[in-house]
């Protein structure tokens, strides 16, 4: 690998991006951990240059400040072994430690002289919710788990919602919690992984509603792209029953062997119950 490596050097142009004038500034999108110095927060530096012992503060994604911090070690990656350093420039991956509430996609800025600037990040606003709660029925409390109570479903809830990028915990109103994540799927593969112990009872999902800035009253909902690859003798009846549902075509594509690729623009609340239910019967299983 050294004669490529070699190459990219030398054809390759820096990226032109990188500020070095600017004060350091940085998204978290991983969280690891360390026995010794405690959490650890991973991203590529975007502005320059980050020493040990310097000041930092968090902001959130409406770039409210939510935490403050001295950073009290820097780590990189060389190969498959993490070394110290004792500073890291714009452009390398590092992880940082010291810093408090820097949780998931939670930016850490240095100070400037105009004060802490947010990044201008974009977040994806979550597209389905369900609710849950303990289980209140006591022929079935204690039959699938043993963790029962909401406080503890609920503190499993909030540790997954520091590492997990997609998942909103709005504040509760109710016995029942709200779950917030980015469609079904994601919900899913939460919930399954809360079958070890856990015993809760889970409502069915709905799309996120959120009210219209421009119309007093309106509610918007999410629209997903939907791309479906089926056999051409079952395309009909899969864009029939997502037509009905309130999609609407995109693109319609074949090929030499007879399978067909259809995308859809659908609301959320569309799809759900239909992809794990009807649709591997009207695609007989190849779709």
Partial sequence: MAPLFDLILVHVPPP???????????LTIQIGSDPYVGMLYV???????LRMGDVLCTLDAEGQKVGEGKVKKIFARKGLDRIEKDAAG????VSVAGVKNA????????????????????????????????TSKPTLAGTSGSKLTSQLI????????????ALRLPSPVSESLELCGNGVLHLGVLLEMLREGFELAVGP???VMIPDPDAEGRM?????????LVRGEYAGAVVQKLTIRKGEMVSYETDEEGWVKVVM???ARGLIGYMAGEFGNDVHGQG
């Avoid at 540790?159 to 997990?164: I, L, Q, V, Y």
């Fill in 16 to 26: 032109m991006h990188l500020d070095h004038s600017r004060p350091f500034s940085m």
């Fill in 90 to 93: 714009a452009g390398e991956i």
């Fill in 265 to 267: 623009d659908i609301p």
């Fill in 103 to 134: 949780g998931m996609l939670v930016q850490m800025e240095g100070w400037g002289e105009e004060g802490p600037k947010p990044l201008p990040v974009r977040y994806q606003r979550p597209l389905t919710d369900l609710q849950y709660r303990y």
């Fill in 205 to 207: 999902p709905k799309a």
């Fill in 154 to 165: 609920r503190e499993h809830m909030y540790m997954e919602a520091g590492t997990n990028v």
């Fill in 43 to 49: 991203r590529r530096m975007h502005y320059n240059i």
């Fill in 220 to 228: 918007l909902e999410p629209i997903e792209e939907c791309t479906v």
